[in-house]
């Protein structure tokens, strides 16, 4: 699967991750804000998962705001930061390679199977899709069938939601 290159912040960066990830998850954050300084502001709210230096923290979202990855607006006295289309999309990626399917310590003896039937008009998004499969911990069965022992619902609809992928009639 090929990297994706979005310019500018890195996503291995940890302060990076974790500014697109809290706004992925929370979807927008509005401030409360009597200074200019929307980064500033955004730290102080922020405080909980890292500790992170001010300046530091100022400089990760104004180059994620320079390459289009959060949008900020100023309502008043508020603050309203959110992520982009771009911005949304890189934070998907970066959800999609920390997936991993959770092994129980004892195998309830079911099998979970994963067909599908992707046209050839969408084989990128087909060839990515096996490619996370697999990397999730999927075994190719046979063609277009992959098999897993564990527990995986949530892992694959998230899957098939980054890749745009329908659910079949069943």
């Known amino acids: 699967m090929r990297r994706y290159q979005y310019g500018g912040a890195s996503p291995r960066s940890s302060i990076t991750r974790d500014i697109l990830y809290v706004l992925f998850i929370g979807g927008a954050i509005v401030l409360a804000a009597s200074s200019p300084y929307a980064g500033i502001a955004l730290w102080r709210a922020w405080q909980g998962k890292r500790k992170y230096q001010k300046r530091q923290f100022?400089?990760?979202?104004?180059?994620?705001?320079?390459?289009?990855?959060?949008?900020?607006?100023?309502?008043?006295?508020e603050v309203m930061v959110s992520l982009t289309p771009k911005g949304k999309k890189v934070a998907g990626y970066m959800e999609i390679k920390q997936l991993k399917i959770q092994r129980d310590k004892r195998w309830d003896r079911l099998w979970r199977i994963v067909v599908f039937d992707i046209a050839e008009l969408r084989r990128f998004?087909?060839?990515?899709?096996?490619?996370?499969?697999?990397?999730?911990?999927?075994?190719?069965?046979?063609?277009?069938?992959?098999?897993?022992?564990?527990?995986c619902k949530r892992e694959v609809d998230i899957?098939?939601?980054f890749f745009g992928l329908g659910v079949g009639k069943k």
């Open 159 to 161: 899957l098939r939601e």
């Open 125 to 151: 998004e087909r060839n990515a899709f096996r490619i996370m499969l697999r990397e999730i911990g999927f075994v190719h069965f046979q063609k277009s069938v992959w098999v897993q022992p564990f527990p």
């Open 58 to 77: 100022a400089n990760t979202v104004h180059r994620l705001k320079r390459n289009n990855l959060l949008h900020i607006e100023r309502r008043g006295h």
